[in-house]
């Protein structure tokens, strides 16, 4: 719990950019996470096995469409632009080639389609028609027109360069025909998807050996010429005329993908791997290589633990490393061995922690940009992913230590609440009942008896609720606010757990029958009233003591309405003995704290109530005696 007590500072996830792409993401992965669960309880395991390399690379997708869609609505001057930029790139990277696994062939028009999209040349090629609307014929007469066609070469977008090669006159450079149709019969994985692997690489080497006799045979003199020896030369996989053009690749990897293309179209992970390994153009940008650099070497090494951990280091955070790496462990794919040999794996025991490990990491950092109730989502998010931590219950520790951390005392009672249904939901019910016992006194302690004992209710606490009923009765006795008793109203199911708030309810119920019922049934209600009184009176010990007087004196005026029973009125008589039995036994012993009873009018005032009772309750007996002795 070292990591909780000391959380550093990651702010940038309070940043709304950010804000948008984590709650998108934590949907993908609960969903994710919900829908292989259900299929795992399933009673058709078929379901499970087919589908669960779709929905992980489905659920992929959607993280990186999620980065996609928030590039473009943040404008360029927003700073976290060349983040998602270069995380997008990573992760479309990565997907292809740990995720797919791309195998020969196919692995080609991932990578090329990867260099595309990372590096578009559509709006240079959009921009140099505009410019040319009025007069297209002019096109090739553009400064970046030559340009264009060999982006769009090395990206292997031959009807792009085919387009644009059509604007060129035929007359300028003759040889221009024979380029337009080597263009024209390249071989195509996609669509040459019929063959072999074997008669593909057949196909393709007849095709590069025309090429090559167009290269040495056909004459490129002439400055326009010059271009279409170049692209030549790079449908012939010329390594001198690719390191020629570094300008136009910016960078290495981007001119291995180019070059892979045209030399060996059908490489897979290991042919990949083997051109890192030689250092092929890697050392023609030596000294531009930075951290980036060192990912993409890496990613192509097949080596997914130094990716994710250098991807920490680069970003400054886990939010990359916790999704990827929970999307390989469901899929399996991260138990596959950093070697050649890509079919061994590691040890089950090893795989599991370092996938949980950076989820738990990236929780901890989500915690600490939270570090505040009033981004509560933020907390939940974060308990999301810390849940599906289960090894030795680390996820439920880190969030049973980090809600014990939250001071109650500065916040509000919605977040209290979340706070409260946050522990409640987890299993945490000991911290749940011990945020609930604070909130409950704070309330009490505020006045505010409808929040305390909201609260109450929420724990059960029988010993609170006890002196928060005694709380309320006395409040009302002071202030005769029926606003008061009517705070049990809604929760007349919930609060049977306490005796005393038991006794508030029901004296509610008494106290609208007697006093608030309207002048039709005014003679039914006040029945009803009296045997509910005589029923609580009955009970033993229900009535608080220091309440005891006030309620017999609500016998007083029922008396004079002539609603009791022979029997009811016996019944009242016996607690007004026990009474004062229990009074004598408590001033003979000096327990003032149940001596100290509930009386708002001065001492005779008092005394002359309770002989008036006395009498009432005598002269009604003695009459109710001789009325059946009578009819008798």
């Not at 259900?38 to 992929?60: P, R, Y």
């Not at 980065?67 to 998602?84: A, G």
């Not at 109203?489 to 919930?494: F, P, R, T």
Request: with cysteine; net charge negative; glycine share 2%.
């Amino acid at each position: 719990m070292d990591q909780i007590a000391h959380l550093s500072s990651y702010k940038i996830f309070t940043d709304p950019s950010w804000r948008r792409v984590i709650s998108q993401c934590r949907e993908v992965f609960n969903d994710l996470h919900q829908n292989l669960e259900t299929n795992s309880q399933s009673d058709t395991i078929k379901t499970e096995t087919v589908n669960l390399s779709d929905q992980c690379l489905e659920a992929n997708q959607k993280y990186i469409d999620i980065i996609e869609n928030e590039l473009r609505i943040i404008s360029d001057q927003n700073e976290n632009q060349e983040k998602f930029q270069i995380l997008l790139q990573v992760w479309k990277l990565c997907q292809i080639i740990f995720i797919k696994s791309s195998p020969s062939g196919t692995l080609l028009n991932d990578l090329q389609e990867w260099y595309r999209t990372t590096n578009n040349i559509d709006p240079m090629i959009q921009n140099i028609f505009s410019s040319n609307s009025e007069n297209p014929q002019n096109l090739y007469l553009d400064e970046k027109y030559w340009i264009c066609v060999l982006m769009a070469v090395v990206q292997g977008r031959i009807e792009t360069a085919r387009h644009l090669l059509s604007f060129y006159p035929i007359e300028k450079a003759p040889v221009l025909k024979s380029i337009k149709e080597l263009l024209h019969t390249m071989p195509n994985l996609s669509t040459h998807g019929h063959l072999s692997l074997f008669e593909f690489k057949a196909k393709w080497e007849y095709w590069q050996k025309k090429c090559v006799q167009v290269l040495t045979s056909e004459n490129f003199q002439g400055d326009e010429n010059d271009y279409l020896q170049i692209i030549c030369k790079l449908l012939c996989a010329d390594e001198r005329t690719y390191l020629e053009l570094k300008p136009i690749f910016n960078n290495w990897y981007y001119m291995l993908i180019s070059y892979l293309s045209y030399s060996n179209p059908t490489f897979n992970i290991s042919d990949l791997h083997m051109s890192i390994e030689s250092g092929q153009f890697i050392r023609e940008f030596e000294e531009d290589l930075d951290e980036f650099d060192g990912i993409i070497i890496k990613i192509f090494n097949f080596d997914v633990d130094v990716v994710t951990n250098d991807c920490v280091t680069l970003f400054s955070n886990n939010f990359f490393s916790a999704h990827f790496l929970d999307i390989l462990f469901l899929n399996g794919k991260l138990q596959l061995k950093n070697e050649m040999d890509f079919t061994s794996s590691f040890r089950a025991e090893s795989s599991i922690p370092v996938h949980e490990q950076h989820m738990t990491e990236y929780a901890i950092q989500l915690l600490s940009a939270a570090w505040s109730p009033s981004l509560l989502s933020l907390h939940q998010t974060a308990f999301d992913y810390l849940i599906k931590c289960k090894m030795d219950q680390s996820g439920i520790d880190y969030i049973e230590a980090y809600l014990e951390r939250i001071p109650l005392t500065d916040i509000s009672e919605m977040e209290a609440s979340k706070i409260f249904y946050i522990a409640f939901q987890y299993g945490l019910h000991d911290l749940a009942f011990s945020i609930g016992r604070v909130m409950q006194m704070r309330a009490l302690k505020s006045g505010l008896y409808g929040t305390a004992l909201s609260w109450n209710a929420k724990i059960k606490d029988c010993s609170f609720g006890n002196i928060l009923a005694e709380g309320m009765m006395q409040e009302f006795f002071q202030t005769n606010d029926i606003k008061v008793l009517e705070l049990t109203e809604s929760l007349s199911k919930e609060i049977i757990y306490s005796e005393r708030l038991m006794f508030l309810n029901k004296y509610r119920e008494f106290y609208k029958l007697a006093f608030s019922s309207t002048k039709c049934d005014r003679a039914e209600s006040l029945k009803q009233a009296a045997s509910l009184l005589v029923q609580l009176l009955e009970v033993p010990n229900l009535i608080p003591f220091k309440f005891m007087k006030r309620i017999l004196f609500q016998v007083h005026d029922l008396v004079d309405q002539n609603v009791f029973g022979e029997d009811q009125l016996f019944s009242v008589l016996k607690s007004i003995q026990f009474y004062e039995n229990r009074r004598r036994f408590l001033t003979k012993n000096s327990n003032s704290s149940e001596l100290n009873e509930c009386n708002l009018d001065d001492e005779v005032a008092e005394e002359n109530k309770w002989k008036s009772l006395y009498e009432k309750l005598s002269i009604k007996i003695a009459e109710n005696f001789v009325k059946n002795k009578i009819e008798f």
